[in-house]
């Protein structure tokens, strides 16, 4: 007998059908003698809508508010998921977060879970009721309501899982695991087995949506084994943990993030500092970058150029403006670039891997426009245009075809 | 400065721009110098479509469950109103049931309010915010979701106000106040200006749908002076209170309610303690039994009729059936039957009140199957058929025409 926490997303409980497809998963696991806790997002769409509601009344409205409303779309996919669970027979019982003992900070809309007190969910699992939990939400010290930002339902099981010292993470999802690239676009992609948190966390940045960086981060850190697997289709998916079996990959993944834009700062004057005023001020707006290049141009001057997120570009490009020491150097931004990335926690042992996929994208005549490696990634910024055509020659020359 | 208490049900709060209508009663009230509390009931079908939803999943769904799932529909309505207010420039504020302190039992789906824990509501009108409560829910003992049961938003509004000693209680509808008959079925039919908790309790009780009894029954006990009157249009409606003035009628209104069905047993034989064991079955089984009368019938047998509501009818019918001592007697249910009622708190002085009742339907040529009386109302059943024409008479021989 185990512990297990289940999560299943919004699609997964999209309509009445799906919901009880989850229920049939869920008392199938606790029939196998496990205590089963499970958290859920909000139906389907429930979210956006209740979203565009509140625009329609109010574009700007309060954070808090929002947050009370958006936490109503989980409150109506645990009770009916509780209802479904139950017409199948078995023990069941919904908490909202606050109930579940979700404490957060109060920065509403992306609330951060300072803990969890478990004694609800430890008493409701003693008297062998399966517990459906409402991901996403919390309180704060004001007893008002929390959410935790997209993906949140992720982090709330983990947290869960971390809090209950459980066996297993299980992510449902509409997939059926981690994947070598995405199986949509890629011939001959492949579904890992295994896969590092470390890995994990890579992918997830790099714009393979298939699990929320925070969950990641956190069962790290309490080492709380997570599986990827479909709802649709319950075979065993991907599971995350701390080492994983290479399965004679080089690299666990290629993955193709078009939410990029380069940022260039051209012939700036060469004086102590600059630098550091250019991100100090990015910084103080919360604007993240990522890579970074900066070359010597002509006549003493140099050249800064930078990747942010699509939505950041532009703004990055105004507040640059206004910097005096950048006076008569031309700051343009690059929104037509995609970054590929290659990642595995094998690629450090191997010298030869940024070589490899270097030629792998000459070959093709790709051109590349900046580069940059961590210990288990490497990424190349290039056109977006051809970003498909990039993935799948890296990922042709790295992953071995059956 | 007052501090004022107003409810906004279902259709008030039906669509943006609706909402967007009550946010302006809301803060022009406020901006008077007044403390405002708001309490808003789900919007529109809200409650319904989720009703359907859940039937869909599990016909016969844990209550507990039901109440979880209906409570997000105030708590989608609450944030939109507070955010349609926070638009105009106001300081507002929403609040779940639990989050203003609500109290109650523990029977889910028509809970009754145990307290009032007003801290949070104090502290926020205290910072000078519009409050919106989310109505018809609270919490119990064991920290779970109840709802108060149909209705149950009028509850909760009087509630606060009697927590708060409100100065008034304003329950804000379709309509623009009590009427002396349905305005859209009676000609002539007049608002209001005051009536008595006691008659407006047998108006609500006899089908005049304007406000929950229970809520009546509180402000009665709390002496708060409530007033019903249009969110469409917000002029002066019919104010309730303890002593109110008889503006030159005999009768506050006539009301017409088609939930009845007659129930008759025929041929009973006449021994001891049969109208007790045929009573205590209905009850045992909580069904209310409304008109009773008893005739002896032929062959020293005797008649017993009663009527109850359309639904208990059936029912009652066949628990009677295994009752063995109405072995032998004819059962029967006519659901075609109507109940049409005066209602005044000045007939108990005015003897004639009855017989100038049945004279005006006399007149009409309408039979009367059965009478009852109390001190500030006379029912009589009808058929169902004749229920419209019956009110109208009624209602021009004790209304006077301007």
Redesign the interface.
């Known amino acids: 007998m185990a512990l297990i926490v289940q999560k299943f997303g919004g699609s997964s409980v999209a309509n009445?059908e799906r919901?009880?497809n989850v229920a049939k998963i869920v008392c199938d696991t606790y029939k196998e003698g496990n205590d089963v806790v499970v958290v859920v997002s909000a139906q389907g769409d429930t979210t956006d809508d209740?979203i565009s509601?509140?625009k329609?009344?109010?574009p700007?409205?309060?954070k808090?508010?929002?947050d009370?409303?958006l936490?109503?779309?989980e409150?109506?996919s645990?009770?009916?998921l509780?209802?479904?669970i139950?017409?199948l027979g078995y023990p069941v019982?919904?908490l909202?977060g606050w109930?579940a003992g979700f404490n957060t900070n109060s920065v509403y809309g992306s609330a951060r879970i300072k803990n969890i007190r478990p004694n609800?969910l430890q008493a409701e699992l003693a008297k062998r009721n399966i517990v459906v939990v409402a991901g996403f939400q919390g309180i704060n010290r004001y007893?008002?309501?929390t959410t935790l930002g997209r993906g949140g339902s992720d982090t709330s099981a983990v947290a869960i899982a971390a809090a209950l010292h459980a066996d297993k993470c299980q992510i449902f999802t509409d997939v059926e695991g981690v994947y070598t690239a995405d199986p949509r676009k890629v011939e001959g992609a492949k579904k890992l087995k295994e896969i590092t948190y470390d890995e994990m966390l890579e992918l997830a940045t790099l714009g393979a949506q298939v699990l929320n960086n925070r969950s990641v981060e956190m069962a790290k850190k309490y080492s709380i084994k997570l599986e990827v697997l479909s709802s649709l289709n319950p075979i065993p998916g991907t599971i995350v943990k701390e080492v994983a079996k290479m399965e004679k990959m080089l690299i666990r993944g290629v993955t193709n993030d078009t939410d990029v834009a380069l940022v260039s700062i051209l012939g700036v004057q060469d004086n102590p500092g600059v630098a550091f005023k250019v991100f100090a001020k990015l910084s103080q707006k919360q604007i993240n970058v990522d890579i970074i290049l900066q070359s010597f141009g002509r006549n003493s001057t140099k050249d800064i150029v930078f990747s942010v997120s699509k939505e950041n570009g532009p703004v990055a490009v105004e507040l640059l403006k206004e910097l005096d020491v950048l006076d008569g150097a031309e700051i343009v931004c690059d929104t037509s670039v995609a970054k590929v990335s290659i990642v595995g926690a094998g690629m450090e042992s191997h010298p030869g891997t940024a070589t490899k996929m270097f030629e792998a994208l000459y070959d093709r005549g790709i051109n590349i426009k900046m580069i940059s490696t961590s210990e288990i990634k490497i990424s190349v910024i290039i056109d977006a245009d051809e970003a498909e055509r990039a993935v799948s020659a890296v990922h042709s020359a790295f992953i071995p075809n059956d």
Chains 1, 2 share one sequence.
């Open positions: 009445a919901v009880k209740l509601e509140a329609v009344i109010n700007k409205a309060p808090r508010e929002l009370q409303l936490a109503a779309g409150q109506i645990i009770s009916l509780a209802m479904a139950e017409s019982i919904s909202l109930q609800r007893d008002d309501i």
